[in-house]
């Protein structure tokens, strides 16, 4: 065996390379969401990028926040997302979906990144190597009725909000719109 | 679990130390789990025939082996030597990865379920919310399946099952933070704890009803079958499956099935407890092979139940079911939701962690007092809803026979 | 677990943040300009989280911003996806540059 | 947290594996005979007519809607319920608010016919 005596599996470096798989998830996903061709494999690709987050969080010691990204963006939005994306015409069409400016837009994009990635690098970022508390989801409940009860407040008139206007808007009448 | 982890460092095996064994364990217990629940559908769709055939006054399966026991390998055999079929219009990719997806989504449902004391893959502080997490992935499944099919009634079987799984997700949901209020807790292993004094069942019937009722749907069983009815959309978002992808898709619907009966057992009925046997204080290898055979036996209780309600009961139509969603199930949750949380409240017991909370008003009557509590609540609301409903349908019944008088005589009768 | 310094987490979400402007910035399809805003505050969301982890873990407020964060992409694709589908009813097209009904 | 989700972990490995070894060993065992008669898209034998991935119902899409912002809600009841025995009295009252508010919500669209099948 080529296994060094003191071999302890605890110290392979699983967080590095589970980082990498939602990398590429996350990334790759992203990619496949502005380059794809057809709208509804966009939407896929949306779910792919999702789901690397939701890796992310895990490993940021959020599972929370994990598990929430995975039932709202992936059991919902990306659902919704799809949906509308079957309501818009020819949603496979095998067409460019780019527009005019791409071009301009690829430098900008690149510009941008060196810039985030050097203000990145150039801070001193005061990191404090404390563990998280075991239940965040306890503290969760705490501040959201606690010091950011109006927050929480807001939130819920938001959201009814946008669902009312959302109502009125995808109920418009139009004439000869197919009952199947 | 500790003690089998205990025992593999005991046996002083090269390299294998503590954390190396906890792998061991766990991996060993993911692949139980991975291999089993698939595996289960073999009992499943045997248990299932023959049930369903002694409603329907058959024998059900009788030749392939003792009983027709082999019934479901013979089906196996077959999916997996049949030609599959990708229509030529097909979107190939989606269509070839979504049987898989939902598959993956019944299995990843398992990962949370505690099976005996000490037997948790993971005691994950958000376990009720990963269920539903987890549940959304196969709904996705169903929308690629119906979609990169290329077939009308794929389509459109897939925008019914959708919306099916989307309007019973909600009261599932809800329910789901009742548990959470009365558990005081989002892991599973917690909910099961919870329960030691008395199962969650007797105190929130109500709850349980409509969790299991809407869990039904989420599978996509009778009655809620409509995502597959034969009789009016061919086979719903798997027409053009065949093979073992359809082999697949019908694995990953047995699974899900499988789940949501653990899901009820554990979150209503105990999960591994026994009435006025502690099974957590019985010696190590009792208390887990106790603890997982009275799950078991809780598991395929709901599972016939299942299995009773597809036997006897005929299909909804979609506009009754999605209103019978929105419109009773939603505002009926978020009424019991609020009733429990006040009454949960109440009995409170105070805290001085942190910030310092008095204590509920009624703490002092305990946990006797605070389960009558919960279940006259239960009982109150649904007892209300069912008052308003029986109201609106008499309303709704005088308007139509008024609307059918008036047309009969167009000439109203004068007077008094 | 801290293995991972925070600044991968930083540049990641950057790439992811870059790619979603680029995205919204280009698509033509109305739906896909949102696809590419929620690119955009998922890397937010990361930022948000990854600050709470590294900096400040025992305050919970990091996590409590990302779940708003959530709910307004929530509340955006809700009725962003109702808009298109209203333009596109009466104008036949989710196409950004057909609708120019504001030049004519 | 990680040790929470290292089961999830192994287990998501074997499971992806499994709808891969299963197609894999379909594809040894079945016969690969295609023909344009059988690709076709399948009506009951009838052929079929005009584009399949054509503009369906509104009102599936109203059921998303209003499903994506109950789903928030209970991203937000979820800490609410597990706290619960943490907060005071009003904390409770504020949430019973928080619930009314979205409540409304749902009136509006059932008041609207929004959640009334065509």
């Known amino acids: 065996m080529f296994m060094p005596s003191n071999f302890d599996p605890s110290q392979i470096p699983l967080v590095p390379i589970v980082f990498w798989i939602m990398t590429l998830f996350t990334v790759g996903g992203a990619i496949g969401v502005v380059s794809s061709k057809k709208l509804f494999h966009s939407g896929l690709y949306l779910v792919l990028s999702f789901f690397g987050v939701a890796g992310y969080y895990v490993l940021l010691s959020a599972g929370f926040m994990a598990v929430v990204q995975l039932m709202v963006y992936v059991g919902a939005i990306a659902i919704l997302i799809l949906f509308a994306v079957m309501f818009s015409r020819r949603p496979m069409a095998a067409e460019s979906q780019a527009n005019r400016q791409w071009w301009l837009g690829l430098p900008l994009m690149l510009v941008l990144f060196v810039v985030l990635v050097v203000t990145v690098g150039s801070v001193a970022w005061p990191v404090s190597g404390a563990e998280p508390t075991a239940d965040t989801v306890q503290q969760l409940g705490v501040a959201f009725l606690g010091s950011y009860l109006i927050p929480f407040e807001v939130v819920s008139v938001l959201l009814s909000v946008a669902l009312i206007g959302a109502i009125i808007l995808a109920r418009g009448k139009v004439e000869g719109e197919e009952t199947n | 679990m500790q003690g089998v982890i205990d025992f593999l460092v005991s046996l002083n095996i090269p390299y294998v130390n503590a954390s190396v064994a906890r792998y061991i364990v766990l991996q060993v217990l993911a692949a139980i789990v991975a291999v089993a629940a698939p595996a289960g559908l073999i009992i499943l769709t045997w248990l299932e025939r023959k049930i369903i055939a002694r409603i329907q006054d058959r024998l059900g399966p009788n030749r392939a082996g003792p009983f027709g026991l082999l019934q479901a390998i013979a089906d196996m055999v077959k999916m997996f030597t049949k030609e599959d079929i990708t229509p030529a219009k097909a979107d190939r990719l989606v269509y070839n990865i979504a049987p898989g997806l939902g598959m993956f989504a019944a299995i990843m449902a398992f990962a949370v379920i505690p099976f005996a004391p000490g037997f948790a893959g993971t005691q994950m502080n958000v376990g009720l919310l990963y269920i539903v997490a987890i549940g959304g992935l196969g709904t996705l499944a169903i929308l690629m399946a119906g979609w990169a099919s290329n077939n009308k009634y794929a389509l459109l079987g897939a925008f019914r099952a959708v919306a099916m799984l989307l309007t019973y997700e909600i009261p599932m949901v809800m329910t789901l933070v009742m548990v959470a209020v009365v558990a005081g807790s989002m892991s599973m292993v917690d909910v099961v704890e919870a329960q030691s004094g008395m199962w969650f069942v007797v105190s929130m019937p109500v709850a349980f009803l409509i969790f299991f009722l809407s869990g039904v749907a989420e599978v996509g069983r009778s009655p809620f079958d409509l995502v597959e009815a034969e009789s009016e959309i061919i086979a719903g978002f798997h027409t053009e499956y065949s093979g073992i992808k359809f082999g697949m898709i019908m694995i990953a619907e047995y699974v899900h099935m499988f789940a949501l009966s653990f899901f009820t057992a554990v979150l209503f009925l105990g999960g591994w407890q026994i009435p006025f046997i502690d099974v957590a204080a019985l010696p190590a290898p009792f208390a887990a092979i106790l603890g997982l055979i009275s799950l078991l036996v809780k598991v395929f209780f709901f599972v016939f139940v299942m299995m009773w309600l597809r036997g006897t009961l005929p299909r909804f139509r979609i506009d009754h079911l999605l209103d019978f969603g929105w419109k009773f199930l939603v505002p009926l949750t978020l009424v019991l939701l609020i009733g429990v949380a006040f009454v949960i409240r109440l009995f409170a017991p105070g805290s001085s962690v942190g910030i310092p909370v008095a204590a509920g008003p009624l703490s002092g009557l305990g946990m006797p007092g605070q389960v009558v509590a919960l279940l006259v609540t239960n009982l109150l609301v649904l007892g209300l809803a069912l008052v308003v409903v029986s109201s609106a349908a008499r309303r709704t019944r005088s308007k139509a026979l008024r609307a059918v008088s008036a047309v009969d005589s167009p000439v109203p009768t004068a007077g008094k | ?104 | 947290m990680l040790k929470e989700f290292e089961f999830v972990g192994l287990l998501g490995a074997i499971t992806f594996t499994i709808p891969f070894v299963t197609l894999l060993l379909a594809w040894l065992l079945r016969p690969k005979k295609p023909n344009p008669a059988k690709q076709e898209t399948y009506e009951s034998g009838v052929q079929t007519i005009g584009d399949t991935w054509v503009r369906f119902k509104a009102q599936y899409y109203i059921y998303a809607l209003i499903f994506v912002v109950f789903d928030i809600e209970a991203v937000f009841l979820f800490p609410f319920a597990v706290a619960l025995n943490q907060l005071p009295l009003y904390a409770l009252v504020w949430a019973i608010v928080f619930i009314l508010l979205l409540f409304d919500g749902l009136l509006y669209a059932w008041r609207k016919g929004a959640l009334h099948w065509t």
């Not at chain 3, 925070?6 to 943040?17: E, G, I, K, N, Q």
């Not at chain 3, 919204?24 to 600050?51: C, D, H, P, Q, Y």
């Not at chain 3, 025992?58 to 808009?83: K, M, N, W, Y």
């Open chain 3, 1 to 104: 677990m801290m293995t991972i310094p925070l600044s991968w987490w930083l540049t990641v979400a950057a790439a992811l943040f870059s790619i979603g402007v680029y995205g919204a910035l280009t698509r033509k399809n109305a739906i896909g300009i949102l696809m590419s805003i929620e690119l955009v505050l998922n890397a937010v969301n990361i930022n948000l989280v990854a600050f709470w982890r590294y900096i400040a873990p025992h305050d919970i407020s990091g996590q409590v911003f990302a779940i708003v964060v959530i709910t307004v992409a929530a509340a955006e694709a809700v009725v962003g996806l109702a808009l298109v589908l209203a333009v596109f009813r009466r104008r036949g097209s989710a196409i950004v540059e057909e609708l120019d009904i504001l030049k004519q």
